[in-house]
């Protein structure tokens, strides 16, 4: 029941009735579908929006309506029961995974959706070692049981088979693929059900059907034994009874899940809107307020700090996403401490200037202006002027710096210009407000070519972008081919390398003898999994002091930044620094960190070094009779097929492709399969680019 005196509660008890939650899956598996439906149970719309028709919520760009998929996070918030829901929608494409990161950093909770059909796809295993990452609590909803070939078991399985943890299934579908007409609680084993009607919106509560039964308490008697097995307040009961009361299977379930240590698995059709009132239930059953979570840790003058949920308590507020307008700037922020109110001073804990909050929106279907926000809340402020996706907001009298997210590293690159010169200004204009509302956007001047460059992390990520600067800036832009960003690394090193940095020009001079040795960092090619920059003395007796060796390992990175073979950054590589020599005098940290760089830079001339190039796992999934055609035209891309599944008379093959490669393969794709096959892709590190060792 919709409640507004939920939605303005406050104090601890406000605090422990919130939820904030994401919703996570791969492309198509029903996110935004899912979420519009949770907004219209709750009360918050009056009519559903659909995907394919582009009136949802969430999805109000109209790119995102024109191409069907959710491009940029939406938060929004609804009241169920006595319960206050800040969702945020996320992106499902692997091109906005960026989106994701940033807003599981500031989620409490998250509700991971499968497809019945597919179970987990390529990208749902990635959203969801992203949710592992920063330790958010998850349950899992099977959407799509009424598709043919739904299977909610196998679903399962796919989660306990490729992302490991525990799936507590606790729900048995009632009717199969088109029959599905509602679920079992194996909890309070009553069926629920939903009318056959075009709207399916009337459930209703009733006794487990007579053929249900015998596997209704089967299932039970597993989820029991499954539970016991986790949690040892459970298992004392178990041993007991050799059954669990519901309170008890109930509370097992909320500490599991908040824990980590299973994820409770509910199913539906958000379609035909079964299955989403238990699955709010569930939501604020068993996934943390602001106050099961630990407290947010970030660093002040004296060292490192922790800040509870507590309204009373100082401000210290997450930036987690900013839009740009030609109205202004709304700035999306997570409070995790203190209280903000319309007018207050705000210290941007970073740069140390201070910005007034002119006006503070819930993240409602449609913006509802408040006066103040809470530790908890998640909401959108209007009157900030620099605050930047990172930004730390606290009180001037208590100054906190919280970690932001580390934006994705680009790996695709594009040339662009206004077609028109006087459009020029304005180019630079829109490219930085882009920037500026996605970090995993860089735009920048070639400076070889003078050519204004953006990169992003993916070719679909790049033309919505360069749509968005024709669309809402109108401004004429013409693309250059995409480029991928290549990776120098050594293939075999060098051992001795001798540097004498030697300068002397009036006053105090500059010197500095080092030796080096360069080697592989995790084999012949660290692009290949290796990792990036190591850095190690095996120097003795004080021949070079401790700060002039931190002064060379700070040299040998700044040499990374541009490789022999054509200008690359460097990576998978290990310097070891072996001997030195100072000078009484002229010897100073700035002398060594030149050598450093210089000695390096030497030293990789030296080496034989491999031109690595991005490459991107690709999931196929087209009919059986097109196969042949499709690992044809892999192969012809350089691509190494890992497998090919058959599924349900499709096949899925899984490939490891150039990304280079991989421009225009969805129009590939298409013209071969007649329009029936579809790819998703992930990235997959760097391997060798053919042809490209150098002596």
């Known amino acids: 029941m919709r409640s507004t005196d939920v939605r303005t509660t406050t104090g601890t008890a406000g605090i422990a009735a919130v939820r904030n939650l994401g919703i996570l899956a ?24 659909e995907v394919h028709d582009g009136t949802t919520v969430t999805d109000c760009h109209p790119q995102e309506r024109e191409r069907g998929i959710t491009i940029s996070a939406a938060a929004v918030s609804c009241v169920w029961g006595e319960h206050r829901i800040n969702l945020i929608d996320t992106p499902g494409h692997v091109d906005f995974a960026d989106e994701v990161e940033r807003s599981l950093q500031v989620l409490d909770g998250a509700v991971a959706v ?9 990208q749902s295993e990635s959203v969801w070692r992203q949710a592992d990452r920063h330790g958010v609590p998850r349950i899992a909803f099977v959407n799509k049981l009424d598709r043919a070939g739904a299977d909610l078991d196998a679903a399962v399985a796919s989660i306990r088979e490729r992302l490991h943890p525990a799936p507590l299934a606790v729900q048995l579908p009632i009717g199969r693929e088109g029959g599905f007409t509602g679920v079992v609680d194996l909890l309070t084993m009553r069926a629920l059900t939903w009318d056959d009607g075009p709207d399916g919106d009337d459930l209703r509560d009733g006794p487990v059907p007579d053929g249900l039964r015998a596997e209704a308490e089967r299932r039970r008697a597993l989820l029991d034994e499954a539970v016991a097995g986790l949690h040892p307040a459970a298992l004392e009961e178990y041993v007991e009874h050799s059954a669990l009361s519901t309170a008890t299977l109930d509370a097992a379930l909320r500490d599991l899940t908040r824990g980590g240590e299973a994820v409770v698995v509910l199913c539906g059709s958000a379609y035909r809107n079964r299955g989403i009132e238990p699955l709010l239930d569930a939501v604020t059953a068993y996934l943390p307020s602001p106050l099961d979570v630990p407290a947010v840790r970030g660093t002040t003058d004296a060292g490192e700090a922790e800040r509870a949920a507590d309204p009373d308590g100082p401000l210290a507020a997450l930036v987690f996403k900013v839009n740009v307008t030609a109205s202004g700037r709304l700035t999306c922020l997570r409070l995790y401490s203190g209280t ?15 910005e007034r909050i002119a006006r503070i929106m819930q993240v409602a279907a ?28 606290c009180a001037p009298g208590a100054p906190l710096l919280l970690e932001p997210a580390v934006a994705a590293v680009p790996v695709v690159t594009v040339a662009v210009e206004a ?104 084999g012949p090619v660290a692009g290949e999994g290796g990792g990036g ?8 007796g004080g021949r070079v002091p401790r700060e002039y060796v931190q002064a060379v390992e700070a040299g040998c990175r700044d040499a990374l930044a541009d490789g022999p073979l054509g200008g690359h950054p460097v990576t998978g590589l290990r310097v070891v620094l072996t001997d030195g020599a100072t000078h009484p005098k002229d010897s100073s940290e700035p002398a060594f960190r030149t050598a450093g760089r210089l000695a390096l830079r030497e030293a990789l001339r030296s080496c034989r070094m491999v031109l690595l190039e991005p490459v991107a796992e690709v999931t196929v999934t087209v009919p059986q009779e097109a196969v042949g055609g499709v690992l044809g035209d892999l192969a012809a891309r350089r691509g190494r097929v890992q497998g090919s599944d058959p599924r349900g008379g499709t096949a899925v093959v899984t490939a490891v492709v150039p990304l280079a490669e991989l421009f225009g393969y969805a129009t590939a794709l298409r013209s071969r399969t007649q329009g029936r096959g579809t790819f998703t892709t992930r990235p997959a590190g760097y391997a060798p680019a053919p042809g490209a060792a150098a002596r």
Do not use: C, M, N, W
């Open 26 to 49: 791969h492309v198509d598996a029903g996110k935004t579908t899912v979420t519009e439906r949770i907004l219209y149970l709750a009360g918050e719309i009056h009519r559903r929006g």
């Open 114 to 122: 499968f497809d019945a059909v597919a179970g987990v796809e390529p």
């Open 340 to 354: 903000l109110r319309k007018g207050d001073t705000v210290l941007d804990a970073g740069t140390g200037r201070t």
């Open 366 to 393: 449609h913006h509802l202006e408040t006066d103040a926000a809470v530790a908890g809340d998640i909401v959108e402020v209007v009157g900030l002027k620099a605050a930047r996706t990172g930004t730390t907001l």
């Open 419 to 522: 077609r028109h010169s006087v459009d020029t200004d304005r180019l630079a204009v829109a490219l930085a407000r882009l920037a500026e509302e996605d970090p995993s956007l860089v735009a920048r001047t070639d400076p070889e070519t003078g050519q204004r460059v953006l990169s992003g992390l993916g070719e679909l990520h790049l033309e919505v972008a360069v749509e968005r600067i024709r669309r809402a800036h109108g401004i004429e832009v013409a693309v250059g081919r995409p480029q991928v960003a290549h990776r120098e690394t050594v293939d075999r090193g060098v051992t001795g390398h001798v540097h004498r940095h030697v300068k002397q020009d009036g006053g105090a001079g500059q010197f500095a003898h080092v030796v080096i040795d360069v080697e592989p960092l995790d």
């Open 533 to 540: 920059f190591a850095f190690a003395s095996t120097v003795t």
